[in-house]
C-alpha cells in the first residue's frame, strides 16, 4: 500500500526543485540579498487524492494552506477537509478550522470547531462537534479525550472522549455521557 505521506513528500520535493530551478536562474545578486524560505514548501488550495493499492481513490484532503515545519517535518494545514471516497461505503466527511499531519504516520489531527458528518442523503445526517480530533487514516478510526457533542435529528448527547470507528459506521462514548431524547411516535 502507498504511503499517502510518502506521496506528499514527493509532492514537497517536486515543489522544492522547481522553487530551486527558479532560484538558481536569478542574478547572483538576487540570490544573495533574498532570505531563506524556512519552510519545506507552501501550498494554497490544495488537494490530497490518496489512493488504494486497488487504484481506487480511499479518501481526499483539501485544505486552503498546507505548509510543511521544517524543523519537525510536520505538515500544517488550514481550513481542512476530509472526505472518504463515496465507493468505499464510508458516509463520513470531516473539517476542522486546522490540521496536523505528523511525520511517518497515517494520522491527522484536527483542531478547531472540528466537526464530522455523516453523508448518507437516505439517512438523518449524524453530527460530531469537539475542538479536537485525531483521524487514523489506514484504520478509518478517530478519537479524542476532549469533549464532544454528538446530533442526530432533535436528539443531542455529550460526552468526554469518543472513539469514531467510521467504517464500521459505529460511535463509542467514552466518559460523562449525558443525554436528552425527543420521544417520537411509531405509526
Not at 472526505?83 to 511525520?103: C, F, K
Request: hydrophobic share 35%; proline share 3%.
Amino acid at each position: 500500500m502507498q504511503n499517502w505521506t510518502q506521496l506528499v513528500l514527493l509532492l514537497i520535493a517536486a515543489v522544492a526543485s522547481g522553487v530551486l530551478l527558479m532560484r538558481n536562474t536569478d542574478d547572483d545578486d538576487d540570490q544573495s540579498s533574498s532570505g531563506r524560505l524556512g519552510l519545506g514548501y507552501y501550498m494554497t488550495s490544495a488537494e490530497l487524492v490518496v489512493i488504494g493499492e486497488d487504484g481506487q481513490t480511499r479518501y481526499r484532503v483539501r485544505t486552503e494552506n498546507a505548509k510543511q515545519n521544517t524543523e519537525s517535518d510536520t505538515i500544517v494545514l488550514d481550513q481542512v477537509f476530509v472526505e472518504y471516497d463515496p465507493l468505499s461505503s464510508i458516509p463520513w466527511e470531516l473539517r476542522a478550522n486546522t490540521g496536523h499531519i505528523p511525520p511517518e504516520r497515517n494520522i491527522i489531527e484536527l483542531s478547531g470547531d472540528v466537526v464530522a458528518e455523516t453523508h448518507d442523503e437516505n439517512d438523518t445526517p449524524i453530527v460530531i462537534r469537539t475542538d479536537f480530533l485525531e483521524l487514523d487514516t489506514d484504520t478509518y478510526v478517530a478519537e479524542t479525550d476532549h469533549r464532544v457533542t454528538i446530533d442526530y435529528a432533535t436528539n443531542s448527547v455529550s460526552a468526554t472522549g469518543l472513539r469514531a470507528y467510521f467504517k464500521e459506521d459505529r460511535l463509542q462514548l467514552l466518559a460523562d455521557v449525558n443525554g436528552s431524547f425527543t420521544p417520537t411516535t411509531i405509526n
